[in-house]
């Protein structure tokens, strides 16, 4: 079964930085460009970030570039989201999703995600 | 930046066709997805590249794309359908969604 599982989500204080993780399963991972997507309660969903299959070339959405950094581990089938310097206004689930050119580069496949409160 | 235009909620009856349109300059030009999000749920993908099903979805679901306007349209609609909407494209690396449609069934 193909499944995408988040962890390293909590409370963290404004300034402060937090590491999430997303082991990937069920598919050639290292095939596969993938992305972190969040929703902030009770709003839509705000793409975040993306990187290609063997992390040569990442992308960041205006509202979170300079502080979060996407990386992956094909050997340990991992996607990572690095964010510094948090703030009020990151709080959201955060989900990593996969996304392929065979489907029109949507994003097939989406974890359960998890969840970031950043408060004092 | 890409703006993309959703309604904000869409009511169907029972049995009936629902449709939900996204609205974005040139948006005939552009791939355009549809994920649906059920309550405490991740979203689900729906319709991709305006109008292809992916497996698992059922035929009620489809979608157009042309013009100004993407369509997503829910035939026999059943309470089940109720759920957030969203559209989505890719420009310039980045990806947008639409600001979301709630679906009353």
């Known amino acids: 079964e193909v499944q995408l599982l988040e962890s390293g989500g909590g409370l963290v204080q404004p300034g402060g930085s937090l590491r999430l993780s997303c082991a990937a399963s069920g598919f050639t991972f290292s095939s596969y460009a993938m992305s972190w997507v969040r929703q902030a309660p009770g709003k839509g969903l705000e793409w975040v970030s993306a990187i290609n299959n063997n992390g040569g070339s990442t992308y960041y959405a205006d509202s979170v570039k300079g502080r979060f950094t996407i990386s992956r581990d094909n050997s340990m089938d991992k996607l990572y989201l690095q964010m510094n310097s948090l703030r009020a206004e990151d709080t959201a689930v955060y989900y990593c999703?996969?996304?392929?050119?065979?489907?029109?580069?949507?994003?097939?496949?989406w974890g359960q995600g998890t969840m970031v409160t950043v408060s004092s | 930046s890409y703006d993309l235009t959703q309604p904000l909620s869409v009511s169907v009856a029972l049995g009936q066709t629902a449709r939900i349109t996204c609205g974005g300059n040139?948006?005939?030009?552009?791939?355009v997805h549809w994920y649906q999000q059920r309550p405490g749920q991740a979203p689900v993908l729906v319709i991709y590249?305006?109008?292809n099903r992916p497996s698992g979805i059922p035929e009620r679901f489809s979608g157009s794309n042309s013009g100004k306007t993407a369509t997503l349209t829910i035939s026999r609609a059943q309470a089940g359908d109720e759920a957030d909407y969203y559209c989505?494209?890719?420009?310039?690396?980045?990806?947008?969604f639409g600001g979301g449609t709630k679906l009353t069934v």
């Open positions: 999703a996969k996304y392929v050119n065979t489907y029109g580069y949507s994003f097939d496949i």
């Open positions: 040139n948006i005939g030009s552009k791939n």
């Open positions: 590249s305006g109008s």
């Open positions: 989505q494209v890719w420009d310039s690396n980045t990806a947008f």
